[in-house]
């Protein structure tokens, strides 16, 4: 590779990381550079429309810009949402609470800001999650769904520019999670674990995620990593590429009496 053709691609790098930054849970600045492979083996909305009913209580934790829990159709009035990260803790009074939806701030999964016995359905959807609070939020009987993005998530991606980075949530995984539940109280109702390959057609889109994803990707940037980018680049000159895994599991269960 000349060194033309390498100041080039510096500079194109350089420029998606200055513009790495993301309001809600928006990834359309990267899309047809990037495929995702979220052909999952089940519908997180349906298997909440499975257990929802319109007069339940309605919890989403984590919610990001409260864009899936608007696509849900709840009554406003039954529905709950919380969020952590600032600009979309803003966004979300912008939206969410105009709406008559409770909204509240939180970034502790292990202390949520509701009374006990709340909540009919407690979703999460790639959020933070404490088994023994939720087990307390929610009334006998209640629901908690979660889609999660599981522990081994983009680790062959991390490797190829961070190799010296361990596995930031190691317990994340759904044989743990799932006995995390049962010592809690909870049954059971389903579980599910797969993996699937993601793609990057650019490493421009690549240097964009991996800010974006940083607590995947902790102290990545182009000056650290740029010869280990080149790699990647010459991977997709030759191959149109470069493919990591994603982790996702699922877990429905169900708060015994």
Not at 135 to 159: A, C, E, P, W, Y
Not at 189 to 195: C, F, I, P, Q, T
């Amino acid at each position: 590779m000349n060194t033309d053709r390498i100041e080039e691609l510096r500079k194109k790098w350089l420029e998606e990381e200055s513009i790495a930054h993301i309001k809600g849970w928006d990834f359309s600045h990267i899309d047809g550079r990037y495929t995702e492979q979220d052909d999952l083996p089940w519908s997180y909305e349906e298997i909440i429309n499975r257990y929802r009913t319109p007069d339940m209580k309605l919890l989403d934790f984590d919610t990001g810009g409260g864009e899936f829990l608007l696509s849900l159709g709840h009554p406003h009035k039954n529905t709950a949402a919380t969020e952590g990260y600032p600009p979309n803790v803003e966004l979300c009074k912008e939206t969410l609470l105009p709406l008559g939806i409770d909204f509240r701030a939180c970034d502790d999964a292990s202390n949520i800001p509701f009374d006990d016995d709340t909540f009919d359905i407690y979703i999460n959807r790639h959020g933070d999650f404490d088994p023994r609070e939720a087990q307390r939020v929610l009334k006998s009987g209640g629901i908690f769904v979660t889609q999660q993005v599981g522990s081994k998530n983009d680790r062959d991606l991390v490797k190829m520019v961070l190799p010296e980075v361990e596995e930031p949530f190691p317990d994340n995984c759904l044989e743990i999670r799932k006995k995390q539940f049962e010592e809690a109280g909870f049954e059971i109702l389903e579980a599910d674990e797969v993996y699937r390959p993601i793609r990057f057609f650019d490493v421009g889109a690549f240097v964009w995620f991996a800010h974006i994803i940083e607590w995947e990707f902790p102290g990545f940037s182009v000056d650290k990593c740029f010869d280990k980018l080149l790699k990647m680049q010459e991977e997709i000159d030759k191959n149109g590429k470069v493919e990591g895994t994603i982790h996702r599991f699922l877990i429905v269960a169900k708060k015994k009496a």
